[in-house]
């Protein structure tokens, strides 16, 4: 039986570990497009799931993937420059990354685009807010409402920006864990 599920992830960690639950539950991602996760039913089977960013374009990425398919990790669906990838849980672990520093710039990859967006936004807001106190006049609703907009760009700029600290710090490597590697 398929089901379609829509949800939506900021978090590409959360997306990860709730793919997974559905996996332990016995639902098989058959794909995924714009939020919308189709599985099939079938249970009693497990499956694991990764999301992986690839560094890859062209020849190499389809190089990439066909590895992966040789080693028994199903590509379910490209989107957003993810791929969503899938392993039968008796296959063994989902491993992907075997050294520190591929870990790592992964872990950087995933939160990334918190400072992309937060960064812009808190330049904006703070170009606007100079413009706006150089040369319109502090007088009338215009005024304020101006003021507002440029405080909301910048508040929502450092939102991200704290956010995109905050995974990082939450999903990086312990310095304990990094020192094994080494």
Known sequence: MKTTIKKTFIDVQKEE???NEQGQNGLM?????????EFEDVSPAKYQYKIDLLAYTGSKKKEYLAFL?????????????????????????LD???????????????YSHFFAIGIPQLMLGIIMLVQTLYYVKPEGVPFYITIVIDAGLMI????????????HRKYAMPKEDMDIWE
């Open 156 to 167: 929502s700029g450092i939102i991200f920006i704290i956010m995109g600290i905050q995974k």
């Open 17 to 19: 570990e709730w793919l």
């Open 29 to 37: 991602l058959i794909g995924y497009y714009g939020g919308k996760y």
């Open 69 to 93: 398919e040789q080693t028994g990790i199903s590509v379910v669906a490209e989107y957003g420059g993810r791929v969503y990838l899938r392993k039968n849980a008796a296959d063994g672990p």
């Open 96 to 110: 992907m990354y075997t050294e520190r520093k591929e870990a790592a710039k992964q872990m950087g990859k995933r």
